[in-house]
């Protein structure tokens, strides 16, 4: 499982750089529904064994993805892009990272 958790901390990092990641991109305002369709496929692919430590990097890049996407709506409108489907693309993310890490 290390290398498997090592992989996915690797492909979170990807999409937090900029200027090609997905939230690199958001940083920035900039909002392609097909990218963020793409990077929910990537979060879905996240599957950790149940009553397992999680790797703390992994957690780290993960809980803050919802969190962070709130914070981009108003740099997508000023940019021109779909709030709409923003709003829709943070609550997808927000649902798979509680269920990638649990909720309380």
């Known amino acids: 499982m290390g290398e498997q958790v090592q992989n996915w901390i690797q492909m979170l990092e990807t999409e937090w750089q900029t200027p090609g990641g997905f ?4 940083r920035k ?3 392609a529904p097909q990218q963020g369709t ?6 879905e692919s996240i599957k950790l064994p149940q009553d397992t430590p999680i790797d703390r990097r992994l957690v780290s890049l993960l ?4 969190l962070f996407l709130g914070w981009q709506k108003k740099r997508v409108v000023e940019k021109g892009g779909d709030l709409l489907a923003f709003e829709q693309l943070t609550n997808r993310v927000e649902a798979i990272v509680g269920k990638i890490l649990g909720v309380p």
Request: without cysteine; positive net charge.
């Open 38 to 43: 793409g990077f929910t496929s990537k979060l």
């Open 23 to 26: 939230l690199g991109k958001a």
């Open 63 to 66: 809980w803050y993805m919802p």
């Open 29 to 31: 305002g900039i909002f």
